[in-house]
């Protein structure tokens, strides 16, 4: 989100902006604030699912298909690999997403999914990774650091594969610390039964001073915490748990190495070479340019 709100300023610097978390359902207040506005956007990782009513990450309810209008689409993704959408999620795309604004999806699995419902959805890739061009990608390191930062996701738990992970950066860098981006990684991490690693409290304002201040490499299972990293200057390589990692590295060429693959995880660390990220510049470039003739008189409602 860090990235959402940077590309939203730049566009809307003018604007008042009303935030209404995705996370909980929307209150009566939110959803009258979102029906007055003439654009909410809509900015998350795996927002969409073919269910949209059962355990989504966008807690909606029938309530919501009667409230929100003409909601534009930034940087999203598809929730899992998933069959057909049900009726009442067909229902929800034709009735609350834009038919005229250009919807931004961050893989070419979302876009497949979801042209299938909605008309103008282009491929943008992540937002998070909009600043990585030839010239930024050149900032980041090509050699091998001392230390490592590691990092595991607790609700796609794979004991032996995570340990083998960990050995294998243990006995590589002088040094592992530990990224805890959620509160029950910190569990799942005890459960391995490994130690000698260097816990890092789970706060960002605390990642980003190790990432500034350390000479480090991340190697974990956290597509933000690897891509943040990216942003400081730091090698990075992602262990995917679901479809996001994977999908996005398809499209971007970013350094995505399976756990079931400790060899291709062992290249990586001991031949480093130069980090090439692939973006759509064109179609990141065609879904702002859709706002600036209103970008400084626009009221946004942003969920």
């Not at 282009?122 to 998070?128: D, E, L, M, Q, R």
Request: glycine residues 6%; hydrophobic residues 40%; contains cysteine.
């Amino acid at each position: 989100m860090d990235a959402v709100w940077k590309v939203l300023r730049e566009l809307f610097g003018d604007a008042e902006f009303v935030r209404t978390p995705t996370h909980r359902r929307a209150t009566l207040a939110e959803m009258r604030a979102g029906r007055r506005a003439p654009l909410s956007i809509v900015g998350g990782t795996n927002i969409l699912k073919s269910h949209m009513l059962i355990r989504g990450n966008w807690r909606i309810t029938p309530l919501d298909y009667l409230s929100w209008r003409n909601v534009v689409l930034f940087g999203v993704g598809w929730q899992q690999y998933a069959g057909e959408s049900d009726a009442a999620t067909r229902l929800f795309f034709r009735t609350v997403l834009s038919r005229t604004w250009l919807h931004s999806v961050r893989d070419m699995h979302t876009y497949e999914k979801l042209r299938e419902h909605v008309p103008g959805v282009i491929y943008t890739g992540c937002p998070t990774m909009w600043d990585f061009d030839e010239a930024r990608c050149r900032t980041v390191s090509m050699r091998k650091a001392r230390d490592v930062v590691f990092a595991v996701t607790y609700y796609r738990p794979a004991h032996a594969l995570d340990r083998r992970v960990f050995e294998i950066l243990k006995s590589r860098y002088e040094r592992v610390f530990f990224w805890p981006q959620q509160a029950l990684d910190v569990p799942y991490m005890r459960e391995l039964g490994v130690d000698g690693y260097i816990p890092i409290k789970p706060d960002v304002a605390e990642y980003n001073r190790l990432l500034a201040s350390e000479d480090v490499d991340f190697v974990g299972a956290r597509l933000h915490g690897g891509i943040r990293a990216l942003h400081h200057g730091r090698r990075a390589a992602i262990i995917p748990v679901d479809n996001r990692a994977t999908e996005i590295g398809r499209s971007t060429a970013l350094s995505v190495i399976s756990r079931e693959d400790p060899a291709a995880i062992e290249r990586w660390i001991d031949h480093p070479g130069p980090t090439r990220i692939i973006m759509p510049w064109g179609a990141i470039e065609r879904w702002k340019a859709q706002f600036g003739y209103q970008a400084a008189a626009s009221r946004i409602a942003q969920r």
